[in-house]
């Protein structure tokens, strides 16, 4: 049996698509069945053949009904009977549909070879786990059980009681003080005007240090420019 590689590069999936074998290429007309039908045959999907009814689920058509009339396996398409349309010149022609837009409401099982496909598919089906039972305690465990138990009790009855943790005071949350009211401007004039501390400090310190009297700068003196001799007025003429 010829096996595909998984790819992933779409060019290299559409040429397996259009160049896959014919036992591979009715897989891709698989359609899923009717839940009457998957619990009476025990079969949740099935490739569609001609003769079985299907209903369509999706597209422009969606609820149609009908019986497969034809199934194409190179354009991976199916026909069914009473879903045509009408072309320009007059003919009528059925309208192909894709075989994942289905659901087979009816199978056609007159072939023991597909009659072997759904037994088979029936037994690969994984089956549900029984949860399991719960196990009764024998009488003898369930006596030693509670003899144990009334050997328990009076020890934890003879024990102190812990004496319960304190639990922390919480303390109430500080609330905002509410502003005073605002003063009046001759309050505010007459407390500008009242000494404060550092001004009292200050006026007192003045009062102390005699006034020292500014010096005024000296003025240098300056020496006299030296005058020119004669001789060297002349030197200097010549």
Do not use: C
């Not at 719960?134 to 030693?144: C, D, N, Q, S, T």
């Amino acid at each position: 049996m010829q096996v595909t590689k998984p790819v992933k590069a779409p060019r290299k999936q559409r040429k397996q698509l259009y160049t896959a074998p014919a036992h591979l290429r009715h897989k891709f007309m698989t359609a899923p069945l009717s839940p009457e039908l998957a619990a009476s045959k025990g079969v949740k999907a099935l490739p569609v053949r001609k003769g079985d009814t299907v209903q369509v689920m999706r597209g422009d058509h969606k609820g149609f009904e009908g019986k497969v009339s034809r199934v194409d396996l190179e354009r991976r398409r199916i026909f069914i009977e009473g879903l045509t349309r009408e072309k320009v010149d007059g003919t009528t022609i059925f309208i192909p549909v894709h075989p994942s837009k289905v659901m087979i409401k009816n199978l056609k099982l007159d072939d023991k070879w597909r009659q072997a496909v759904v037994e088979r598919k029936k037994q690969a089906l994984p089956k549900k786990e029984k949860a399991p039972k719960k196990v009764e305690k024998l009488p003898e465990k369930a006596a030693a059980v509670e003899a144990e138990k009334v050997v328990k009790e009076p020890e934890i009855a003879a024990a102190p009681e812990k004496p319960q943790a304190k639990k922390p005071e919480v303390k109430p949350k500080a609330t905002r003080k509410t502003p005073a009211a605002k003063k009046t401007k001759e309050e505010l004039s007459a407390e500008e005007k009242a000494p404060t501390k550092r001004k009292k400090k200050a006026a007192a310190e003045i009062e102390e240090k005699p006034v020292e009297k500014e010096k005024k700068p000296e003025k240098v003196k300056r020496a006299p420019a030296k005058r020119k001799s004669d001789a060297s007025a002349k030197k200097g003429g010549t």
